[in-house]
T-cell receptor, first 114, second 112 residues
Framework: AQSVTQPDIHITVSEGASLELRCNYSYGATPYLFWYVQSPGQGLQLLLK??????LVQGIKGFEAEFKRSQSSFNLRKPSVHWSDAAEYFC????????????FGQGTRLTINP | DAGVIQSPRHEVTEMGQEVTLRCKPI?????LFWYRQTMMRGLELLIY????????DSGMPEDRFSAKMPNASFSTLKIQPSEPRDSAVYFCASSPGTFGYTFGSGTRLTVV
């Protein structure tokens, strides 16, 4: 079945530590790929997106993501997290069969230890 | 630009009542999306419009849900009658195309 999977429901890291959030998708063709962040009580904000070209994508707030076609993955990384990065992170795919809609993963909740 | 504006921010209603959620998209955005977020099911697309026309409503749970977009600056999502399982956060988003989504802050609906 077509899906977007975020294997980690909850991750805790220490402030200053590096971060990697995983995302895998299962679609026949390479979809457009996105990462969004949601702070408590807020809507979703786009961190970065991949359509084509360079497989390492830079986003806002110091985040980057790498597309790996062989692994059907689009993992989100940050070299050093800040307490303000605590939030829920969503991976999403779009462009399936040419449609404008996004399909979201279940999300990963990130907690930062001081 | 004020962004995507949703109202109300919070809604508490009794089972069986009609609920109407409202959304004002960003001016110039041709696409409007309604999503529902719950702990169990995550973010689900309910319906989306292009130039005020519904394109995909396959995510609408059942006939109790209906959505309209009478003009480019306004959309409603209506639930009639409401049930406790409809309790969720409902998000509206708009986009100019090319997946440039902007989300509203959501409406938290509680049906008791």
């Amino acid at each position: 079945a077509q899906s977007v999977t975020q294997p980690d429901i909850h991750i805790t890291v220490s402030e200053g530590a590096s971060l990697e959030l995983r995302c895998n998708y299962s679609y026949g063709a390479t979809p457009y790929l996105f990462w969004y962040v949601q702070s408590p009580g807020q809507g979703l904000q786009l961190l970065l997106k991949y359509f084509s070209g360079d497989t390492l994508v830079q986003g806002i707030k110091g985040f980057e993501a790498e597309f790996k076609r062989s692994q059907s993955s689009f993992n989100l990384r940050k070299p050093s997290v800040h307490w303000s990065d605590a939030a829920e992170y969503f991976c999403a795919v779009g462009g399936i069969q040419g449609a404008q809609k996004l399909v979201f993963g279940q999300g990963t909740r990130l907690t930062i230890n001081p | 630009d004020a962004g995507v504006i949703q109202s109300p921010r919070h809604e508490v209603t009794e089972m069986g009542q009609e609920v109407t959620l409202r959304c004002k998209p960003i001016s110039g955005h041709d696409y409007l999306f309604w999503y529902r977020q719950t702990m169990m099911r995550g973010l689900e697309l309910l319906i989306y419009f292009n130039n005020n026309v519904p394109i995909d409503d396959s995510g609408m749970p059942e006939d109790r849900f209906s959505a309209k977009m009478p003009n480019a600056s306004f959309s409603t999502l209506k639930i009639q009658p409401s049930e406790p399982r409809d309790s969720a956060v409902y998000f509206c988003a708009s986009s100019p195309g090319t997946f440039g989504y902007t989300f509203g802050s959501g409406t938290r609906l509680t049906v008791v």
